[in-house]
């Protein structure tokens, strides 16, 4: 009989290993592996096989090499009496021959029953059979194969929804400009970080004709997998309803309306939206953004709101604006990311930061001004976790 104390170390050694193996196509048949060989001879279980669900059955997908039995079932049928239980309890240990898992166990020369585990991953399921041999101890066995089901399907979970977390960010990451556009007398420079793996803020870029093009950001309220499910939105409403010569008074009360309708009343975004022509004039609606800062020399123009938040009510209102893009100005729009980021200190970065160093640079190009204001916010937070997704769009009017 194990004593406690190496119970619980080698259980604890077995859940590790399930926490840290690759989850490729045999992680499971590992397990049962990893099993046998950490309890086989304490907890007296051997032979064991692994079935997976399909259609009405069970069927076999891993078994030992060489059992020591005459046959191994290949199906084990849903709606058998012994696939109930198991189904019902999680584990189970069929010391009644009358309901067995598989009755060729119970039929071995040596004394051994079956006991079973089911493994759940959304809506697929595996059930493990193993043989009890003489001198097993049921509340040994039932604890560890519990505590092992838990951890097994704990580690499926997680993957499972790591991986649609992941396909998530990739789709959303589609979604967002792959290279800012070359537009004649201006240089374009944008980036957006993630908090997390899917991100909450968003930009993007509009190509009317020579004489125009549009450009937008935006935040959605909080970060995370609901936030990026709203930015999709936006996005996408964005692009739906973006043209030359359309309203885009219009166009955003129209996608404030949708968004009303599609998310939780608790959900919101800000959205800066401008149309700049080539003569450097600047309509814009600003829908609650943090208003973005337009340079030249030492005077700073905020493009501030002149609306309120997308999503919240139902009607909003909101009212266009117009700005001049002086040559060798710099337009620099942000996210609360970038000001809000704190130091040691619990002292923001501050727009009144953002301001004076746009003015000390704004002699460089705007990939060069895009890299510093990250490089300079990232260090005044010491380097550690983006705490809020953080994004940037800078724009500059070349000279003649």
């Known amino acids: 009989m194990i004593t406690p104390k190496d119970f619980y170390r080698k259980l ?49 997908v891993s078994a030992p090499s060489k059992p020591k039995h005459a046959r191994v079932i290949n199906k084990l049928p849903m709606q058998s009496e012994a696939v109930k239980q198991l189904l019902e309890n999680g584990s189970y240990i069929y ?30 399921r595996w059930i493990f059979i193993f043989e ?26 997680s993957d499972a929804v790591k991986n649609e977390y992941e396909q998530a960010a990739l789709i959303q990451r589609s979604l967002l400009p ?35 093009f549009g450009v937008g950001i935006g935040d959605a309220s909080g970060h995370g997998l609901l936030a990026a499910m709203l930015v999709r939105d936006v996005v996408t409403g964005l692009r739906m309803g973006m ?16 968004l009303h309708r599609s998310t939780y009343s608790s959900r919101f975004a800000t959205l800066f939206y401008a149309e700049i022509e080539r ?46 893009f002086e040559r060798n100005s710099v337009l620099v729009m942000y996210s609360d990311g970038i000001f809000e980021r704190l130091n040691r200190e619990d002292e923001q970065f501050s727009i009144a930061r953002l301001k004076k160093l746009v003015i000390r640079n704004q002699q460089k190009n705007a990939q060069e001004i895009l890299d510093l204001i990250f490089n300079t916010v990232f260090q005044f937070g010491h380097g550690k976790k983006w705490d809020d997704d953080a994004t940037v769009v800078v724009i500059k009017r070349l000279g003649e």
């Not at 509340?139 to 097994?152: D, I, K, P, S």
């Not at 219009?250 to 949708?258: D, E, G, P, S, Y």
Request: a negative charge; aromatic letters at 8%.
């Open 279 to 324: 003569n450097g004039n600047i309509i814009f609606v600003n829908a609650g953004h943090p208003g973005p800062l337009l340079v030249r020399g030492d005077h700073v123009q905020e493009l501030k709101a002149n609306g309120t938040i997308l999503g919240a009510l139902p009607d909003i209102a909101i009212q266009r604006s117009i700005a001049h």
């Open 132 to 157: 009890l041999k003489s001198g097993w101890v049921r509340e040994e066995v039932e604890f560890c194969l519990n505590a092992v089901r838990t951890a097994v399907n704990y580690r499926m979970f």
């Open 12 to 60: 604890d050694n077995l859940i590790t290993k399930i926490g840290k193996e690759k989850t490729s196509q045999n992680f499971l048949s590992l397990i049962a592996v990893e099993l046998e060989k950490t309890f086989g001879e304490d907890l007296r279980i051997a032979n064991g096989r692994l079935y997976k669900e399909s259609g009405d059955d069970y069927v076999l």
């Open 178 to 212: 792959a290279n800012t556009p070359q537009i004649q007398g201006y240089q374009l420079a944008a980036r957006s970080k993630p908090a997390e793996l899917v991100v909450g803020d968003f930009y993007d870029f509009f190509e009317f004709d020579e004489e125009m």
């Open 95 to 124: 010391d009644n021959p009358a309901v067995s898992i598989d009755p060729h166990i119970n039929m071995q020369d040596e004394y051994a029953i079956p006991a079973a585990m089911v493994i759940r991953r959304k809506d697929k």
């Open 243 to 258: 043209e030359k010569d359309l309203k885009m008074v219009h166009t955003i009360k129209k996608l404030n309306r949708v």
